[in-house]
């Protein structure tokens, strides 16, 4: 079975400062990757994902995350935060075999201060 | 807007009283998923259809049942609600069950035991 380990459960940092949230997985057969987020109050949405191809995959918002097999990762990126970019951001996996079955971690909370 | 729709968005029950959390969707997707998630932890899925073909995920209690009408409407209902049943329930649809559709997300509905 697949896991999902978000290392940080709470990222905070200033406004136009850059971020890295940490995910890692493990598997045993080959996954695809995606990255949520979830304002306030509202449902989750997806950011971005990875299947296959070029490893560093892009948002429309600025976040970029970087599939990286080796190490078993895929962090988000953003070189500029803004203050509308807190909220819960959560990392899931999907494996060859499960369908569209997502497994998420634990959620990372990006508070970004003024 | 096409949307998903959880009602109600907070729902208080007592201690063994069954109740019942509803999910609607304007999108006309195939699949539609039911997860939980508790209080800093990562979601759970539940059980999810294909149109009226139902998966039950080997480690959901007996006590979740579900049940999809028709298209648009699907429910979750827990017979006996639990003080560990308090959380967050996440509806969710994709057009498809492949790694291709992406998975909408409904707001949540908060359930409090008491």
């Known amino acids: 079975a697949q896991s999902v380990t978000q290392l940080d459960s709470q990222v905070p940092v200033f406004e136009e400062a850059p971020v890295e949230l940490r995910c890692n997985y493990s598997?045993?057969?080959?996954?695809?990757l995606f990255w949520y987020v979830q304002y306030p109050n509202q449902g989750l949405q997806l950011l971005l994902k990875?299947?296959?191809?070029?490893?560093l995959v892009e948002s429309i918002n600025g976040f970029e995350a970087e599939f990286n097999k080796s190490q078993t990762s895929f962090h988000l990126r953003k070189p500029s935060v803004h203050i509308s970019d807190t909220a819960e951001y959560f990392c899931?996996?999907?494996?060859?075999?499960?369908?569209?079955?997502?497994?998420f971690g634990g959620g990372t909370r990006l508070m970004v201060k003024p | 807007d096409a949307m998903v729709i959880q009602n109600p968005r907070y729902q208080v029950t007592q201690f063994g009283k069954p109740v019942t959390l509803s999910c609607s969707q304007t999108l006309n997707h195939n699949v539609m998923y039911w997860y939980q998630q508790k209080s800093s932890q990562a979601p759970k899925l539940l059980f999810h259809?294909?149109?009226?073909?139902?998966?039950n995920e080997a480690d959901t209690p007996d006590n979740f049942q579900s049940r999809r009408p028709n298209t648009s409407f699907c429910f979750l209902d827990i017979r006996s609600p639990g003080l560990g049943d308090a959380a967050m329930y996440l509806c969710?649809?994709?057009?498809?069950?492949?790694?291709?559709?992406?998975?909408?997300f409904g707001p949540g509905t908060r359930l409090t035991v008491t």
């Open positions: 990875y299947l296959s191809g070029s490893t």
């Open positions: 598997s045993s057969v080959s996954v695809y």
């Open positions: 899931a996996v999907s494996v060859d075999n499960a369908g569209n079955m997502l497994t």
């Open positions: 969710a649809t994709s057009r498809g069950g492949g790694l291709e559709y992406e998975q909408y």
């Open positions: 259809y294909y149109d009226k073909d139902f998966n």
